[in-house]
């Protein structure tokens, strides 16, 4: 069998969709020795690993007009490589498909088409046409969490016996061993230099930010306890007001740190340092840095919506994402109570024992072969 993947989201730091690609590639290569793949991008990509004699990758042009290409060379490039089966690993699938080549798109979220007033208008735009090439063009789609399978029968009107949930899982790296003096480093590079809550992600208005800045300054500053908080991730759109708020009140400055972009050593060190990680997101496809933390031994606040609770189980403090006194009292019960948090490192632990990315590449790897 011949198995094409879409490995465009690897040409730029692998974050999210691109870290859910490098680590099924990596469990693909153990589990699959006889299959023939093919890694299809516009450009070099980032992995950090050799790929086996049985994959290679094939270029459908460069970054100029890169998605006009995909649907204009994809088609033929997969007739003449004799596609069997065609991973879209984010629900982008190319059109015109006279071979009938199998067509299996991944769904990470449908968030643009429900909560659209947090994108742009390119990005709503490029959303919506791929989504309706997927809805026409696929044969079978795997999703991320049942929230999101909820999703795509509702907005995509697809065949709920042709949807697959298959969960993601945190890259191992995060983990409870800690090693003081790169941590110790990290902290120095990032003048981190007291206790912390930690929240991670790009900061935009679909992740909550403001409100959470907004209960860490009634809960912590108000009441003078010795906590920052560590905002790690790259800059989004429309995130003015975040900024503003914080430049504006000179009482809260000190205290917020940006840390911009993080390398993945980094980030493991932030993590194991945190005294609490918030995720207070108004909507996930999955919610990967949920698991990271629970898997770095960090106690959990996170949101009642969307895929939280699936990834979050009974061992996250829930909260409603719109309510700050919500989370401003979640974060002063976790705070206040060594015994509380304790348990919730032992139960986090746990739950984030169920997710594996071995688990995720074997199911993905059995939806394929039935497909044929």
Not at 2 to 22: F, P
Not at 122 to 131: A, G, N, S, V, Y
Not at 251 to 261: D, E, M, Q, S
């Amino acid at each position: 069998m011949r198995i094409g993947l879409d490995a465009s989201a690897l040409v730029k730091e692998a974050a999210g969709i691109g870290q859910w690609i490098t680590h099924v590639i990596d469990n693909l290569m153990k589990l699959d020795k006889e299959n023939e793949y093919f890694l299809f991008t516009y450009d070099e990509i980032k992995i950090p690993y050799k790929l086996n004699d049985n994959w290679q990758i094939v270029y459908y042009g460069g970054e100029k007009k890169k998605q006009l290409r995909y649907l204009t060379h994809m088609p033929k490039l997969l007739r003449q490589y004799k596609i069997d089966v065609f991973v879209g690993t984010r629900h982008y699938l190319p059109p015109f498909n006279k071979r009938r080549v199998k067509y299996l798109a991944i769904v990470h979220d449908l968030i643009p088409l429900y909560m659209p007033e947090l994108f742009t208008k390119e990005h709503k735009l490029r959303f919506k046409i791929f989504t309706d090439i997927c809805k026409h063009q696929a044969h079978e789609i795997v999703a991320v969490s049942n929230a999101t399978k909820n999703d795509v029968i509702k907005y995509m009107k697809f065949d709920e016996s042709k949807i697959h949930v298959v969960y993601e899982a945190a890259n191992p790296i995060f983990n409870t061993d800690k090693n003081k003096e790169a941590i110790q480093q990290t902290m120095d590079r990032y003048n981190i230099d007291s206790k912390y809550i930690l929240c991670l992600s790009t900061v935009e208005p679909r992740k909550n930010m403001l409100r959470t800045i907004k209960a860490y300054e009634k809960c912590i500053l108000n009441n003078n306890l010795p906590y920052k908080l560590v905002i790690v991730g790259g800059s989004g759109w429309n995130n003015g007001e975040i900024y503003d708020y914080v430049q504006s009140h000179k009482n809260l400055k000190p205290h917020v740190i940006f840390t911009g972009y993080v390398s993945y050593d980094d980030v493991k060190n932030i993590y194991a340092n945190a005294s609490l990680f918030i995720y207070a997101s108004l909507c996930e496809g999955f919610g990967l840095p949920i698991l990271e933390a629970m898997q770095s031994g960090i106690p959990v606040i996170t949101s009642n919506v969307s895929s939280m609770p699936e990834v979050a189980g009974d061992a996250c403090e829930l909260i409603d994402p719109y309510d700050i006194d919500a989370l401003e009292s979640a974060i002063t019960k976790v705070l206040s109570s060594d015994e509380i948090q304790s348990q919730m490192v032992e139960k986090g632990l746990e739950q984030a024992a169920k997710f594996s990315w071995e688990k995720c590449a074997k199911e993905i790897l059995d939806i394929i072969k039935n497909m044929c």
